[in-house]
């Protein structure tokens, strides 16, 4: 039985056949029956494929060999330039740091740094105990002209990233800066020489699952990839809150030491580690802290890229709904919807039988997807992931189960049609 809008057609077609001759029925049956824009799938293929490429390998900054490490020492007063493309590092992990972190009555950093300019992003790593861009126990970083500070508790993410806390208009001019975070498990505060610039309940929580595998870095992230520019000249860290009284001491003394007017005393609780960065050569950071195992950090002659994952795959990486994980794969799914829908649509005009061509379509979509995520392994700012070939795969089947629902409508309508003009037909021969 006909639908009504099948019926509705028909009628409509059964009006303008009767209206022309048997030849013009015939050549517009064909007409109407084709696909309209057969002609034009591998023009839009091709335009297709260079937009792909440009969303899954920008910024094409392709980094096959080592990079050399653009970190020196200040001659004038204490602290480390990162002129270019640098990093410090702790050789190996240190367990009794994490532990004093964890155990403690919440979490400080301080830092007296100068940053080169405010045209930094990723958010550029200040300060990180991470193992790449999606794993970390804290962050400090640049973002334009705001500070990033990303505090991992079981409250947030294993990124530490929702939520983190955003403290905007702090880089807006080109000087020496005296930053603390303090956090008590409740609140968290942030000063700026010497002065408090916000408060916020973010992220709340302790930080009972963070994880003692990481290393410590100054001025990039432990893969190498999320660099910052400028000087660090003092870094302390302490795992219990600061109030603002200490802060506003702390500021008068470290400008007094970077100045050179004085030496700088030592806390005798909390303080566990601490670079006053006055060693002006060699390739070692030494820790001054209180920390029994001294955690010394070193200036490697090649950046490292230890904790950059090659098509890593993570469950956490299948987020909560609404989250930025969550819109990253869904985005990955959408890019790869007109891939199959083109592929399924130009291979078709060369076989038959729709498995195989279903087969080939995922195969071709596959070493795409695959080809791209390898690529990404080696630039800067991506991230070579198994969960987004996953998610490709899915975008390249729904684009193809998209052009059968396309097909399943033109032979529909091929069939609406045919069936008047087999009837215009029958009617003239009669």
């Not at 702390?250 to 806390?267: L, M, V």
Request: include cysteine; glycine fraction near 8%.
């Amino acid at each position: 039985m006909k639908s009504p809008n099948s019926k509705k057609d028909s009628d409509v077609l059964q009006g303008i056949f009767d209206k022309i001759n048997s030849d013009e029925a015939r050549s517009l049956s064909k007409i109407i029956c084709q696909d309209p824009f057969t002609g034009l799938y591998k023009k839009i293929l091709i335009f297709y494929i260079i937009f792909l490429s440009i969303m899954l390998l920008w910024p094409f900054n392709f980094t096959f060999f080592e990079k050399k490490n653009h970190v020196k020492w200040s001659e004038s007063s204490p602290g480390l330039h990162f002129i270019g493309e640098g990093q410090v590092i702790s050789p190996s992990v240190s367990r009794p740091f994490y532990e004093n972190l964890i155990n403690g009555k919440g979490f400080s950093l301080e830092a007296w740094i100068h940053s080169a300019n405010n045209n930094q992003h990723g958010p550029a790593r200040i300060v990180s105990y991470s193992l790449n861009h999606s794993y970390r126990n804290f962050t400090l970083g640049q973002e334009g002209s705001g500070l990033i500070i990303r505090l991992r508790t079981e409250n947030t993410n294993l990124n530490g990233t929702e939520p983190m806390l955003i403290v905007d208009d702090v880089f807006t001019h080109a000087k020496p800066l005296h930053i603390v975070v303090s956090y008590n498990y409740k609140e968290q505060n942030v000063y700026i020489n010497g002065s408090i610039k916000t408060t916020s309940i973010i992220p709340g929580g302790d930080f009972k699952n963070w994880d003692p595998g990481y290393p410590l870095v100054l001025g990039n992230e432990a893969t190498g990839d999320r660099p910052w520019l400028g000087k660090i000249s003092y870094l302390a860290l302490y795992n219990h809150p600061i109030d603002a009284q200490r802060v506003r001491k702390n500021y008068d003394e470290i400008r007094r030491y970077i100045s050179g007017k004085t030496e700088i005393a030592t806390p005798k609780e909390g303080l566990l580690v601490r670079y006053l960065l006055n060693e002006k050569r060699g390739v070692k950071v030494e820790n001054s802290g209180n920390l029994v195992e001294s955690l010394t950090l070193i200036i490697p002659d090649k950046i490292q890229t230890e904790g950059k994952q090659f098509l890593s795959f993570s469950l956490n990486k299948f987020p909560a709904r609404g989250s930025g994980s969550f819109y990253d794969i869904l985005f990955n799914v959408l890019l790869f919807i007109p891939l199959g829908f083109l592929l399924h649509a130009i291979i078709s005009n060369y076989m038959d039988g729709n498995w195989k061509i279903i087969f080939i379509v995922m195969i071709v979509g596959g070493t795409i997807t695959l080809s791209a995520e390898i690529l990404q392994y080696f630039i800067e700012l991506r991230n070579s992931s198994l969960v987004d070939i996953i998610a490709n795969g899915i975008g390249t089947l729904l684009g193809v189960q998209l052009k059968l629902i396309y097909n399943a409508c033109l032979i529909r309508n091929k069939r609406i049609v045919w069936d008047v003009y087999d009837n215009r037909v029958t009617s003239s021969s009669k």
